[in-house]
């Protein structure tokens, strides 16, 4: 094996550059939305479930095809995915712009999953082909997730400005001059790379389990959450099981797997990859909630709630610098665990809010919960890469974002379905005298259903209808808040099992083996090799 410990130069930083575009646009393509819930309830009257479908769709199938396209770029070229990507979002996002009811934008909402998922590991796999001297790639991938931060922070900002202005399609053309740019630079500053070492028929029944298992599997868990126990969705659960089975079996027994499964036999790979799950997983999940309260609850305009969403980030900050201040000299299972305690924290405090409680409550329990979190994330980047072995470093780095992706997906539905179906179930036989039929059928499905209804009622019937609605929004969030801080609990118990044995000092990852290029490049672009 050729190690390579060339120094990136001034074109490989460029390129960087064009490389954080697409992540930041990625990465702000959930939060963007979180604002649009309640004018996409009044303009396409989703049902509860369709509106947890028009969140998910994106993130569960970008998880469930992240690996498969990563699999595929070391085949057909990093670069030529990334643009076939972009491509693919940009036309996505204009249909989800223009799409004129809630099926047309889950469809939409599935075709940017699609394009996302040839975006993403083609970012992280290209950074890696471009800096190969340990420094540098740590501090480049230090850049590429401090932009996923930072895309998870201003994507509500971005959208709730947009929504203030434009209609709420508009949340969607965020993405169109970002990806459009990379198209025009990505073949002037972008080296192309294809792995040499796979060889074989690409595994196409292992990336049709991959998805085929989690579709159903995440459509009955939630189905069964909001709508209660049936057999339809019952049966989903348990086909996504057997399937999730069948694709390890393949992956097992395949001659050219998209996964090696010995990677999980690493206990830090492991370890860092779980902890990660269930940080996105309280993180996210909380996300919507703290969004619709602003909005529906108090009553702010997209933009204001937007604004005062930028809070909690303070809290975050502080909490990156303090994990990586401490990172050299606290354990990183001490580290992760205190830092889901943290977050723990949060979620007790989140039980506690209710439909009249200060704002600075809610702004708090946000900051804490998320510092919490983040604190833990800011470790297990670097500690995925540095426990896999060097040629399967672009399988191990696919693995960490699918695992990040499914537990912000798992945590919007489940911690979403949760609230849901306890607000459906206050709300049963609860509505006030005069609101039936129809408009009892809107108020009872969302929240947002609830508000567009009340602002038609007549006399003192609107702000009964909100009242209740409120108080029963709340009580959700206490259920999902008491979920997620179970989850925290067990997540810091998970750390410190699974992450004891590292030292405080986590080992600067070793040099890789270059891939070899889809052509011979130019001198520029050659990685140096030792």
Known sequence: MTATTGRAGRREWIGLAVLLLPTLVLSMDMGVLFFAVPYISTELAPTGTQQLWIMDMYSFLLAGLLITMGALGDRIGRRRLLMIGAAGFTGASLLAARSGSADQLIAARALLGIAGATVMPSTLALIRNMFHDPKQRQTALGAWGGVLTAGATLGPVAGGLLLDHYWWGSAFLVAVPVMVLVLLTAPVLLPEYRTATRTGRFDLPGAALSLAAILPLVYGVKTLAVNGWSPLPAFAVAAGLLLAGAFVWRQRTAANPLIDLSLFRIRTFSGA?????????????????????????????????????????????????ISSALAGKVRPAALMGGGFVVGATGFAMMTQVGPHSPLALILTAAGVLAAGTVGTMTMTAE???????????????????????????????????????????????????????????T???????????????PGRLGPDLLETARSA??????????????????????????????????????????????????????PAAA
């Open 443 to 457: 108020a009872q499905d969302t929240l947002g259903g609830a508000v567009s209804v009340a602002a038609q009622l």
């Open 473 to 526: 929004f709340t009580d959700g969030l206490h259920v999902a808040a008491a979920v997620g801080l179970l989850f925290a609990l067990g997540a810091a118990l998970l750390a410190h099992r699974l992450l004891r044995h590292l030292p405080a000092t986590t080992p600067a990852p070793a040099p890789e083996q270059a891939p070899a290029p889809e052509q011979a490049p130019a001198p520029e672009q050659e």
């Open 273 to 321: 990859i779980s902890v990660n799950t269930l940080a996105m997983f309280a993180m996210m999940g909380f996300a919507l909630f703290t969004s619709q309260y602003l909005q529906l609850v108090k009553g702010m305009s997209p933009f204001t709630a937007s604004l005062w969403s930028l809070v909690p980030s303070v809290g975050v900050g502080a909490a990156i610098g």
């Open 383 to 441: 500690m995925v890469v540095s426990a896999a072995p060097a040629e399967q470093a672009g399988a191990a780095s696919a693995t960490s974002e699918t695992a990040v992706e499914l537990g912000s997906s798992l945590g919007i539905a489940l911690l979403g379905a949760a609230g849901a179906a306890v607000y459906r179930h206050q709300l049963d036989g609860a509505l006030p005298a005069g609101v039936g039929g129809a408009a009892a059928r």
